[in-house]
């Protein structure tokens, strides 16, 4: 199962670009890079995913290494209502029909005023 | 199109008693997932479920818990004979189909405290 690494915590001046890094140096070729956060204690949130190919939706955007071995998630203009936990993960296909989201600790983004 | 919905949010049960929580998935979503969230941790998978089928329940305590998703209504996750230790936030999530590139929307939680 390919592990993924981030910062513990990060700040970010309001309006700026947030920009939080994970490494997956194990991962495999058929693994995706996915990326939600959790805002206090609610339910975790989808942000993006990706494989290999930069991917930009409404609210984030996704760089990936052309070695896929780390990726990097930014948040164009951060607001106060970004401060979350960010995690980082690899889809690890587990036993047939079967594909859990295995969480880490992630990074405690704040942002500041 | 409404999101995923778990009732109740906050549950309270002395030691002993039985938990049940709800969860609905997105409307179109045949695919069920439950995730437990102990205090100052992060998610854990518990169980994977489709329609009337268990399909990963590797994540689950081998005692005292089991999950269900019947034909119609939503999908329960019961705790039989609670302990503190059971003290959490249980998160469930759907999604439309399986494949890796499957994305999984989560509910608000339910938060279970035990006395």
């Known amino acids: 199962d390919a592990k993924t690494t981030q910062p513990t915590s990060m700040d970010c001046a309001e309006g700026r670009a947030a920009n939080l890094p994970c490494n997956h140096s194990t991962i495999s070729g058929n693994e995706y890079v996915y990326w939600y956060r959790q805002i206090h204690s609610q339910g975790p949130q989808y942000i993006i995913h990706g494989l290999k190919n930069n991917e930009t939706n409404e609210m984030a955007s996704l760089i990936i290494t052309e070695d896929r071995k780390s990726s990097t998630l930014i948040l164009p203009h951060a607001t106060l209502r970004d401060t979350a936990v960010y995690y980082c993960i690899v889809r690890v296909p587990s036993g047939a029909g079967s594909y859990q989201l295995t969480f880490g600790k992630g990074t405690k983004l704040s942002v500041i005023p | 199109n409404a999101g995923v919905m778990q009732n109740p949010r906050h549950l309270v049960r002395r030691r002993g008693q039985e938990a049940r929580l709800r969860c609905s998935p997105m409307?179109?979503?045949?695919?069920v997932y439950w995730y437990r969230q102990l205090p100052e941790e992060g998610l854990k998978f518990m169980v994977y479920?489709?329609?009337?089928?268990?399909?990963?329940e590797s994540g689950m305590p081998k005692e005292r818990f089991s999950a269900e998703f019947p034909k119609e209504g939503p999908s329960i996750l019961r705790i039989q004979q609670v302990v503190r230790g059971d003290s959490a936030a249980y998160f469930c999530?759907?999604?439309?189909?399986?494949?890796?590139?499957?994305?999984?929307?989560f509910g608000p939680g339910t938060r279970l405290t035990v006395l």
């Open positions: 479920l489709q329609k009337e089928n268990i399909i990963d």
């Open positions: 409307k179109g979503h045949s695919h």
């Open positions: 999530a759907s999604s439309l189909r399986e494949g890796v590139t499957d994305t999984q929307y």
